[in-house]
Protein backbone atom coordinates (compact mmCIF):
# COMPACT_ATOMS: atom_id res chain seq x y z
CA UNK A 1 0.00 0.00 0.00
CA UNK A 2 1.18 3.56 -0.69
CA UNK A 3 0.28 6.09 1.44
CA UNK A 4 0.91 10.05 0.66
CA UNK A 5 0.25 12.45 2.52
CA UNK A 6 0.58 16.03 2.65
CA UNK A 7 2.76 16.11 -0.58
CA UNK A 8 4.43 19.92 -1.59
CA UNK A 9 6.80 20.49 -3.79
CA UNK A 10 7.77 23.79 -4.53
CA UNK A 11 11.04 24.01 -7.36
CA UNK A 12 13.49 26.37 -6.62
CA UNK A 13 12.22 28.45 -9.34
CA UNK A 14 8.99 29.11 -7.16
CA UNK A 15 6.75 27.17 -9.08
CA UNK A 16 4.64 25.25 -6.55
CA UNK A 17 4.25 21.63 -8.62
CA UNK A 18 2.06 19.92 -5.97
CA UNK A 19 0.46 21.35 -3.12
CA UNK A 20 -0.42 19.04 -0.25
CA UNK A 21 -1.42 15.84 -2.15
CA UNK A 22 -2.83 13.07 0.18
CA UNK A 23 -3.42 10.04 -1.70
CA UNK A 24 -3.81 6.60 -0.40
CA UNK A 25 -3.51 3.48 -3.26
CA UNK A 26 -4.28 0.21 -1.89
CA UNK A 27 -2.33 -3.23 -3.05
CA UNK A 28 -3.73 -4.25 -6.70
CA UNK A 29 -5.36 -0.81 -7.66
CA UNK A 30 -4.87 0.36 -10.49
CA UNK A 31 -4.81 4.86 -10.38
CA UNK A 32 -4.75 6.57 -13.44
CA UNK A 33 -3.49 10.09 -12.82
CA UNK A 34 -5.22 12.52 -14.98
CA UNK A 35 -4.43 16.87 -15.42
CA UNK A 36 -3.43 19.63 -17.75
CA UNK A 37 -0.25 19.80 -18.45
CA UNK A 38 1.80 21.56 -15.48
CA UNK A 39 -0.68 19.97 -12.97
CA UNK A 40 2.05 17.70 -11.32
CA UNK A 41 1.53 14.80 -12.45
CA UNK A 42 4.85 14.18 -13.50
CA UNK A 43 6.24 15.62 -10.22
CA UNK A 44 4.04 13.54 -8.17
CA UNK A 45 5.30 9.94 -9.31
CA UNK A 46 8.66 11.48 -9.34
CA UNK A 47 8.53 12.22 -5.61
CA UNK A 48 7.02 9.16 -4.91
CA UNK A 49 10.87 7.21 -6.14
CA UNK A 50 12.71 10.28 -4.80
CA UNK A 51 13.82 11.42 -8.34
CA UNK A 52 12.23 14.52 -7.37
CA UNK A 53 13.34 15.51 -3.53
CA UNK A 54 9.77 16.87 -1.86
CA UNK A 55 9.91 20.26 -0.03
CA UNK A 56 7.14 18.96 2.59
CA UNK A 57 4.72 15.84 3.04
CA UNK A 58 5.34 11.98 3.64
CA UNK A 59 5.36 9.21 1.27
CA UNK A 60 5.11 5.40 2.41
CA UNK A 61 5.17 2.10 0.95
CA UNK A 62 4.26 -0.84 2.91
CA UNK A 63 6.33 -0.02 6.29
CA UNK A 64 8.70 2.20 4.95
CA UNK A 65 8.66 5.86 5.08
CA UNK A 66 10.61 6.67 1.51
CA UNK A 67 10.62 10.25 2.45
CA UNK A 68 13.06 9.61 5.29
CA UNK A 69 15.78 7.48 3.62
CA UNK A 70 18.89 8.27 1.77
CA UNK A 71 21.92 6.56 0.34
CA UNK A 72 22.19 2.77 0.36
CA UNK A 73 18.49 2.31 1.90
CA UNK A 74 16.33 4.70 -0.35
CA UNK A 75 18.50 2.61 -3.48
CA UNK A 76 17.27 -0.41 -1.98
CA UNK A 77 13.72 1.29 -1.27
CA UNK A 78 13.51 2.13 -5.08
CA UNK A 79 13.91 -1.69 -5.93
CA UNK A 80 10.20 -2.17 -4.96
CA UNK A 81 9.35 0.41 -7.71
CA UNK A 82 8.93 -0.43 -11.16
CA UNK A 83 9.16 2.15 -13.34
CA UNK A 84 7.50 2.14 -16.87
CA UNK A 85 8.14 5.45 -18.95
CA UNK A 86 6.52 6.98 -22.04
CA UNK A 87 9.74 6.36 -24.26
CA UNK A 88 10.95 2.86 -22.78
CA UNK A 89 14.44 3.89 -21.67
CA UNK A 90 16.07 0.81 -22.99
CA UNK A 91 19.31 0.43 -23.93
CA UNK A 92 19.19 -0.04 -27.96
CA UNK A 93 22.36 -1.83 -28.52
CA UNK A 94 21.04 -4.43 -25.98
CA UNK A 95 19.09 -7.59 -26.98
CA UNK A 96 15.36 -7.95 -25.34
CA UNK A 97 16.81 -11.00 -22.58
CA UNK A 98 19.47 -8.22 -21.39
CA UNK A 99 17.55 -5.14 -21.09
CA UNK A 100 15.09 -7.70 -19.02
CA UNK A 101 18.00 -8.85 -16.97
CA UNK A 102 18.56 -5.14 -16.20
CA UNK A 103 15.70 -4.94 -14.20
CA UNK A 104 17.66 -7.31 -12.01
CA UNK A 105 20.74 -5.46 -11.41
CA UNK A 106 19.62 -3.82 -8.28
CA UNK A 107 19.60 -7.10 -6.95
CA UNK A 108 22.78 -8.95 -8.83
CA UNK A 109 26.51 -8.03 -7.93
CA UNK A 110 28.05 -6.05 -9.61
CA UNK A 111 30.68 -8.30 -11.23
CA UNK A 112 28.26 -10.86 -11.52
CA UNK A 113 25.86 -8.63 -13.44
CA UNK A 114 28.77 -7.32 -15.73
CA UNK A 115 29.84 -10.93 -16.69
CA UNK A 116 26.06 -11.69 -17.07
CA UNK A 117 26.25 -14.21 -15.07
CA UNK A 118 22.49 -13.68 -13.88
CA UNK A 119 21.17 -16.91 -11.75
CA UNK A 120 18.66 -19.09 -13.18
CA UNK A 121 15.89 -18.10 -11.05
CA UNK A 122 15.77 -14.52 -13.02
CA UNK A 123 16.37 -15.97 -16.43
CA UNK A 124 13.78 -18.04 -16.14
CA UNK A 125 11.24 -15.86 -14.84
CA UNK A 126 12.54 -13.41 -17.73
CA UNK A 127 11.18 -16.04 -19.87
CA UNK A 128 7.92 -16.77 -17.97
CA UNK A 129 7.42 -12.92 -18.04
CA UNK A 130 8.24 -12.76 -21.93
CA UNK A 131 6.18 -15.28 -22.76
CA UNK A 132 3.76 -13.27 -20.74
CA UNK A 133 3.43 -10.68 -23.11
CA UNK A 134 3.89 -12.07 -25.86
CA UNK A 135 7.89 -11.54 -26.80
CA UNK A 136 9.28 -15.23 -25.86
CA UNK A 137 10.20 -15.16 -29.65
CA UNK A 138 12.08 -11.68 -29.61
CA UNK A 139 14.72 -12.87 -26.55
CA UNK A 140 17.78 -12.14 -28.96
CA UNK A 141 16.83 -9.21 -30.74
CA UNK A 142 18.49 -6.01 -30.06
CA UNK A 143 16.22 -3.44 -28.61
CA UNK A 144 16.53 -0.46 -31.65
CA UNK A 145 14.87 -3.80 -34.12
CA UNK A 146 11.52 -3.68 -31.96
CA UNK A 147 8.23 -2.05 -32.82
CA UNK A 148 7.07 0.55 -30.09
CA UNK A 149 4.22 -1.51 -28.24
CA UNK A 150 7.09 -4.15 -27.88
CA UNK A 151 9.46 -2.18 -26.71
CA UNK A 152 7.37 -0.85 -23.87
CA UNK A 153 6.58 -4.45 -23.28
CA UNK A 154 9.68 -5.39 -22.68
CA UNK A 155 9.80 -2.04 -20.55
CA UNK A 156 6.65 -3.48 -18.55
CA UNK A 157 8.88 -6.80 -18.10
CA UNK A 158 12.06 -4.99 -17.10
CA UNK A 159 10.33 -3.26 -14.46
CA UNK A 160 7.85 -6.42 -13.38
CA UNK A 161 11.71 -8.52 -13.06
CA UNK A 162 12.49 -5.96 -10.31
CA UNK A 163 9.77 -7.87 -8.03
CA UNK A 164 8.13 -4.88 -6.80
CA UNK A 165 5.19 -3.53 -4.83
CA UNK A 166 4.20 -0.92 -6.61
CA UNK A 167 4.64 -0.19 -10.20
CA UNK A 168 5.18 3.97 -11.29
CA UNK A 169 3.91 4.52 -14.98
CA UNK A 170 4.99 7.53 -16.91
CA UNK A 171 2.97 8.27 -19.82
CA UNK A 172 2.82 4.61 -21.14
CA UNK A 173 0.90 5.25 -24.30
CA UNK A 174 2.20 8.69 -25.55
CA UNK A 175 3.99 7.03 -28.51
CA UNK A 176 1.85 4.47 -29.44
CA UNK A 177 -0.84 4.31 -31.88
CA UNK A 178 -4.45 4.07 -30.24
CA UNK A 179 -4.48 0.23 -30.63
CA UNK A 180 -1.15 -0.71 -29.52
CA UNK A 181 -1.87 2.04 -26.55
CA UNK A 182 -5.19 -0.01 -25.48
CA UNK A 183 -2.96 -3.33 -25.49
CA UNK A 184 -0.57 -1.78 -23.14
CA UNK A 185 -2.85 -0.45 -20.99
CA UNK A 186 -4.75 -3.83 -20.64
CA UNK A 187 -1.52 -5.62 -20.39
CA UNK A 188 -0.36 -2.87 -17.08
CA UNK A 189 -3.77 -3.34 -15.63
CA UNK A 190 -3.70 -7.31 -16.34
CA UNK A 191 -0.41 -7.60 -14.92
CA UNK A 192 -0.76 -5.52 -11.78
CA UNK A 193 -3.93 -7.24 -10.72
CA UNK A 194 -2.15 -10.32 -11.54
CA UNK A 195 0.80 -9.58 -9.33
CA UNK A 196 -1.71 -7.64 -7.07
CA UNK A 197 0.41 -4.44 -7.27
CA UNK A 198 -0.74 -0.92 -6.30
CA UNK A 199 -0.01 1.24 -10.01
CA UNK A 200 -0.37 4.83 -10.33
CA UNK A 201 -0.31 5.56 -14.17
CA UNK A 202 0.24 9.14 -15.19
CA UNK A 203 -1.75 8.96 -18.74
CA UNK A 204 -3.14 11.91 -20.69
CA UNK A 205 -5.74 10.14 -22.45
CA UNK A 206 -9.04 10.58 -20.73
CA UNK A 207 -10.39 7.60 -22.49
CA UNK A 208 -7.94 5.12 -21.84
CA UNK A 209 -7.76 6.11 -18.12
CA UNK A 210 -12.03 6.08 -18.15
CA UNK A 211 -11.02 2.38 -20.02
CA UNK A 212 -8.52 0.78 -17.80
CA UNK A 213 -8.27 2.53 -14.72
CA UNK A 214 -10.36 1.22 -11.54
CA UNK A 215 -9.37 4.57 -10.09
CA UNK A 216 -9.28 8.14 -11.13
CA UNK A 217 -7.20 10.85 -9.06
CA UNK A 218 -7.24 14.30 -11.31
CA UNK A 219 -4.73 16.76 -10.44
CA UNK A 220 -5.03 20.97 -11.29
CA UNK A 221 -2.55 23.23 -10.56
CA UNK A 222 -0.94 20.66 -7.64
CA UNK A 223 -4.08 19.70 -5.89
CA UNK A 224 -6.03 17.10 -6.17
CA UNK A 225 -9.57 17.92 -7.45
CA UNK A 226 -11.24 14.70 -8.30
CA UNK A 227 -10.59 11.19 -6.80
CA UNK A 228 -13.36 8.63 -7.64
CA UNK A 229 -14.76 6.23 -10.31
CA UNK A 230 -14.26 6.37 -13.67
CA UNK A 231 -17.75 6.34 -14.27
CA UNK A 232 -18.26 9.66 -12.09
CA UNK A 233 -16.10 11.28 -14.61
CA UNK A 234 -19.00 14.20 -15.74
CA UNK A 235 -18.11 16.80 -18.10
CA UNK A 236 -18.51 18.92 -14.61
CA UNK A 237 -15.50 17.26 -13.18
CA UNK A 238 -13.38 17.24 -16.30
CA UNK A 239 -13.94 21.63 -16.43
CA UNK A 240 -12.54 21.35 -12.95
CA UNK A 241 -9.70 19.55 -13.89
CA UNK A 242 -8.91 20.90 -17.35
CA UNK A 243 -10.97 23.73 -17.48
CA UNK A 244 -13.15 24.64 -20.43
CA UNK A 245 -10.90 25.06 -23.26
CA UNK A 246 -9.08 21.68 -22.74
CA UNK A 247 -12.35 20.04 -21.41
CA UNK A 248 -13.38 20.35 -25.60
CA UNK A 249 -10.14 18.85 -26.60
CA UNK A 250 -10.55 15.83 -24.52
CA UNK A 251 -13.96 15.10 -25.74
CA UNK A 252 -12.67 15.54 -29.50
CA UNK A 253 -9.54 13.70 -28.49
CA UNK A 254 -11.61 10.21 -27.29
CA UNK A 255 -14.15 10.57 -30.50
CA UNK A 256 -11.10 10.42 -32.63
CA UNK A 257 -9.55 7.60 -30.70
CA UNK A 258 -13.46 5.88 -31.23
CA UNK A 259 -12.69 6.05 -34.99
CA UNK A 260 -9.37 5.01 -35.26
CA UNK A 261 -11.12 2.08 -33.20
CA UNK A 262 -11.91 -0.35 -36.13
CA UNK A 263 -11.00 -3.84 -35.04
CA UNK A 264 -13.13 -3.94 -32.23
CA UNK A 265 -9.84 -5.85 -30.08
CA UNK A 266 -10.60 -3.42 -26.94
CA UNK A 267 -13.19 -5.14 -25.18
CA UNK A 268 -14.31 -2.93 -22.46
CA UNK A 269 -12.93 -0.28 -24.78
CA UNK A 270 -15.86 -0.01 -27.09
CA UNK A 271 -18.80 0.36 -24.84
CA UNK A 272 -19.83 3.55 -23.53
CA UNK A 273 -17.40 5.11 -21.87
CA UNK A 274 -17.06 8.53 -23.88
CA UNK A 275 -17.54 11.36 -21.44
CA UNK A 276 -20.14 12.90 -23.41
CA UNK A 277 -22.48 9.53 -23.31
CA UNK A 278 -21.86 9.18 -19.82
CA UNK A 279 -22.99 12.67 -19.58
CA UNK A 280 -26.03 11.83 -21.90
CA UNK A 281 -26.45 8.69 -19.85
CA UNK A 282 -27.26 11.11 -16.86
N1 LIG B 1 12.60 20.77 -12.92
C1 LIG B 1 11.69 21.73 -12.76
N2 LIG B 1 12.06 22.96 -12.39
C2 LIG B 1 11.14 23.94 -12.21
N3 LIG B 1 9.83 23.78 -12.39
C3 LIG B 1 9.40 22.58 -12.79
C4 LIG B 1 10.30 21.48 -12.99
N4 LIG B 1 9.59 20.40 -13.38
C5 LIG B 1 8.31 20.79 -13.40
N5 LIG B 1 8.19 22.09 -13.06
C6 LIG B 1 6.95 22.86 -12.95
O1 LIG B 1 6.10 22.18 -12.04
C7 LIG B 1 4.76 22.19 -12.52
C8 LIG B 1 4.26 20.76 -12.66
O2 LIG B 1 5.00 20.11 -13.70
P1 LIG B 1 4.83 18.56 -14.04
O3 LIG B 1 5.83 18.24 -15.08
O4 LIG B 1 4.86 17.79 -12.78
O5 LIG B 1 3.37 18.55 -14.62
P2 LIG B 1 2.64 17.43 -15.47
O6 LIG B 1 1.24 17.41 -14.99
O7 LIG B 1 3.41 16.16 -15.42
O8 LIG B 1 2.72 18.05 -16.93
P3 LIG B 1 2.83 17.27 -18.34
O9 LIG B 1 1.54 16.55 -18.47
O10 LIG B 1 2.99 18.39 -19.32
O11 LIG B 1 4.02 16.37 -18.27
C9 LIG B 1 4.77 23.01 -13.79
O12 LIG B 1 4.44 24.34 -13.49
C10 LIG B 1 6.20 22.92 -14.26
O13 LIG B 1 6.56 24.06 -15.00
Redesign the pocket.
Known sequence: MLVIEGLTKR???G?L?LDGVSLTVPDGQVMALI??????????IRCVNRLVEPTAGTVRLGDTELTRLGGLALRRARRRMGMIFQEYALVERLTVMENVLSGRLGYVGFWRSWLRRFPLSDIEEAFRLLNRVGLDHMVDKRADALSGGQRQRVGIVRALMQNPDLLLVDEPTASLDPKTSRQIMRLIVELAKERGLAAII?I?DVMLAQQFAERIVG?HA?RIVFDGAPGALTPEVLTAIYGEEDWSATIRKGREGEEDDGEGEGGKAETATDPVRIAAAQ
Open positions: YPTDAGPSGAGKSTLNHLG
